[in-house]
């Protein structure tokens, strides 16, 4: 037979209480099981048993406060003589009876109600302590609840109606992903114009700026690979190649097909790989190899007439480009103002891997080829 | 010494963050996972203390209007209000380690003195005031919690870096009538406090004080599994958040 009494946890503590009994009465109890948790002011501890045996007499109630030391428990053991036990739990609740204890937590810091009354009390604004209960036992319930709501001033209105959309399918993966991507690395992000006029004359040939873009970053990141990497613990693994993702809307939410090897294809190879991927993309018919490996990401949101924003990072990346539209802008050349097409870029980039002069000049070089789309045959 | 594992293990969902800091105290009494300190925050909550009744301690309409979240953690003391700009520290560690103290409640001087130290490195002459909370300038800017089980201590605290006071004062109306002001560490050095730099200190000060030293680690798949089934069982549930 061995007796649980209720530890000092403080050094001047005088009383303490038990916070809940992990088992009952009765119980069957393991030793070093956890059979109870005490408190005092600042900290709460599991108490386990001090042997295997039965639960055979709980002393203590929860929530009242009772001096350190108290006996609150008595363990059984299976060769423990019977009336020895009986004579020992009677010895102990007589001294128990003359010990003085604190009345237990009063009842309206306790209502008993249910899980649902007390969601509506709180969506509804309604103190608990005012509503009577006509569930078992005074317990709140759900009817207790409306009725107290019908009973409120005229100007008392109802939430609003709410439409639910269940977070599922590729919602709940973009959910997933941008939360732990966003959680993880510090981003940064930079800003940067570009004049879009030798752009746009090659777009009036075929060829997309969505193509220029992944041909201009996949040329740069060779400059800076440190931007073409991961992070895996506290190693930075710069990829080989250069896998370009292009974030396309579709119905269900955001994709991002990989152009792979970009940068050993030329434009126009780049120019028939993206047109393709958008098409499959939309079709839903895309396969798992030009969807993954992507090592760097592309995110196009002009046609939405957004100029500036702050991508995500995909990841697994180190950073991810953001476009904004194309819009005519006043220029200062030579002192005159000539008015020219211009493009914002939006660098995100995990300042874990780089800095902000790496990622500025990259950005800077990624302009530089933007501008002059003839060196992205070079 | 072996290195403690540092864990950046942050979750947007507060709930979550709740469930993990109880997954890896698990783990760590299990000795599961080796002794571990983590960073992490909750964005505009408050966060009741294990037996706190909410009623006393928060203001449920401005909460409401606020769209602040309600969730009540598994260790004891007082109730606080959380946002970006305050950095919750977590300390695990088996009690078989050296720095374990015999009366449980010596954990608070322990890493109280030791994040105190590291922010002193920052030119913030912080103190670690009985029975467990940091000061500086005479303000409170940390409180701290515990919990042990058999074979593992949990010892976490609150630091207030740039935390919306006025937010917190709404939520929390007994902080009106407090023995201690409020305070953060911004509004007294009316300067930026970078969080990652906090961070370094923090870790500095536990290093220069018990020679702990980190690596960084993450999140086992047997915590995030125990982190679920809590958060789905329990900490996510009206049934535990408004339980007093």
């Not at chain 2, 709930?15 to 992490?40: C, D, G, H, K, Q």
């Not at chain 2, 408050?46 to 203001?59: C, E, L």
């Not at chain 2, 870096?161 to 407090?178: A, F, R």
Request: a neutral charge.
């Amino acid at each position: 037979m061995q007796t649980v009494i209720l530890p000092r946890l403080d050094e001047d503590q005088k009383s303490g209480m038990i916070l809940e009994w992990l088992k009952g009465e009765g119980a069957e109890v393991e030793k070093d099981e956890p059979i109870v948790i005490v408190m005092s002011e600042k900290i709460m501890m599991d108490v386990s048993a001090p042997v295997s045996g039965k639960l055979y007499k709980i002393f203590a109630q929860e929530n009242v406060e009772m001096p350190v030391g108290q006996i609150i428990a008595v363990i059984v053991e299976p060769s423990d003589d019977p009336n020895i036990v009986s004579r020992f739990v009677e010895e102990a609740k007589r001294s128990l009876a003359g010990v003085e204890v604190k009345e237990p937590r009063k009842p309206e810091e306790k209502v008993p109600i249910s899980p649902l009354a007390r969601k509506l009390a709180e969506q509804y604004g309604i103190d608990v302590a005012t509503v009577k209960g006509s569930g078992p036992e005074g317990r709140i319930v759900k009817e207790d609840i409306l009725r107290a709501v019908e009973e409120l001033k005229p100007e008392a209105k109802a939430p609003p109606r709410i439409l639910t959309i269940p977070l599922t399918g590729i919602r709940k993966i973009i959910a997933e992903r941008v939360s732990s991507s966003h959680l993880a690395a510090p981003h940064v992000t930079l800003t940067m114009d570009a004049n879009a006029s030798e752009a746009n004359k090659l777009k009036e040939t075929g060829i997309s700026y969505n193509a220029i873009l992944i041909k201009a970053v996949a040329k740069a990141l060779q400059s800076y690979p440190i931007l073409n990497s991961t992070l895996e613990g506290d190693q930075i693994k710069q990829f080989e190649d250069v896998n370009i993702g292009l974030a396309v809307a579709i119905k269900e939410g955001l994709i991002a097909p990989v152009v792979h090897d970009a940068e050993k294809k030329t434009l126009a190879e780049i120019n028939i790989a993206v047109e393709d991927l958008i098409r499959k993309a939309r079709e839903n018919r895309l396969s798992v190899s030009e969807v993954t490996g992507g090592t760097f990401t592309i995110s196009n949101l002009g046609m939405f007439e957004v100029d500036v924003f702050t991508p995500i990072i995909t990841p697994g990346q180190s950073a991810i480009l953001g476009i904004g539209r194309v819009v005519d802008k006043p220029h200062v050349v030579s002192a005159r103002i000539e008015i020219k097409p211009t493009v914002t870029f939006s660098l995100s980039f995990d300042h874990r891997i780089a800095d902000g002069a790496v990622a500025a000049q990259f950005l800077q070089l990624v302009k530089k080829f933007f501008e002059n789309p003839h060196l992205l045959s070079s | 010494m072996e290195a403690w594992r540092l864990l950046n293990a942050e979750f947007a969902d507060p709930y979550m963050n709740i469930a993990v800091e109880e997954a890896v105290l698990i783990a760590v009494n299990e000795n599961l996972s080796p002794n571990t300190v983590r960073f992490w925050r909750n964005v505009n909550s408050v966060v009741v203390g294990r037996n706190q009744s909410i009623n006393k301690a928060v203001d449920l309409n401005v909460c409401k209007k606020l769209g602040v979240t309600i969730i009540r953690r598994f260790t004891g003391g007082g109730t606080v209000y959380q946002d970006h700009g305050n950095l919750n520290w977590s300390i695990f560690f088996r009690r078989s380690n050296p720095i374990s103290p015999i009366i449980i409640s010596d954990v608070f001087k322990i890493f109280g003195k030791a994040v105190a130290k590291g922010l002193e490195l920052l030119g913030i002459n912080a103190n670690f005031y009985p029975p467990n909370m940091i000061q500086f300038n005479g303000k409170k800017i940390s409180g701290l919690a515990a919990y042990a089980k058999r074979d593992a201590i949990l010892c976490h605290g609150t630091l207030l870096i740039s935390t919306n006071l006025d937010i917190l004062s709404e939520v929390l109306p007994l902080h009106k009538n407090s023995l201690t002001e409020v305070t953060c560490l911004e509004k007294e050095l009316k300067r930026q406090v970078p969080l990652s730099i906090v961070r370094a200190s923090i870790l500095q000060g536990l290093e220069e004080s018990y020679d702990i030293k980190t690596k960084l680690g993450s999140l086992s798949e047997k915590e995030m599994e125990k982190a679920k089934a809590s958060y789905y069982e329990k900490y996510s549930g009206s049934e535990w958040n408004f339980k007093y």
